[in-house]
Nanobody
Framework: VQLQASGGGLVQAGGSLRLSCTAS???????RGWFRQAPGKEREFVAG????????FYADSVKGRFTISRDNAKDTVYLQMNNLKPEDTAVYYC???????????????WGQGTQVTVSS
């Protein structure tokens, strides 16, 4: 199984970025999620989505600003990030879980991470 994340970069506060994560080798409809880890901090859950129904879950810190979505045909999950803040700066990881996307410990497969830097 491989998860390939892309779309990170440098953006000014208030700007937008869209992250993508394409999976290969997953045998059935795993839930997908995005996590992030800032320097000196623990990795935290950002957003998750069920693959079949598209039910979404968000961390309180990103509700109303970030949107997770998926394209079943492309086996790709997206994270649209709007109104970015300097505190959103982190390495963002996509992940896949056979359990519900809101079960943090259920994620089995992880992508390589993509850096998001928000300048003030």
């Amino acid at each position: 199984v491989q998860l390939q994340a892309s779309g990170g970069g440098l953006v000014q506060a208030g700007g937008s970025l869209r992250l993508s994560c394409t999976a290969s080798g997953l045998t059935f409809s795993y839930a997908r999620g995005w996590f992030r880890q800032a320097p000196g901090k623990e990795r935290e859950f950002v957003a998750g989505i069920t693959w079949s129904a598209g039910t979404t879950f968000y961390a309180d810190s990103v509700k109303g600003r970030f949107t997770i979505s998926r394209d079943n045909a492309k086996d790709t999950v997206y994270l649209q990030m709007n109104n970015l803040k300097p505190e959103d700066t982190a390495v963002y990881y996509c992940a896949a879980s056979p359990l519900g996307p809101n079960i943090r410990d259920g994620y089995e497969y992880w992508g390589q991470g993509t850096q998001v830097t928000v300048s003030s």
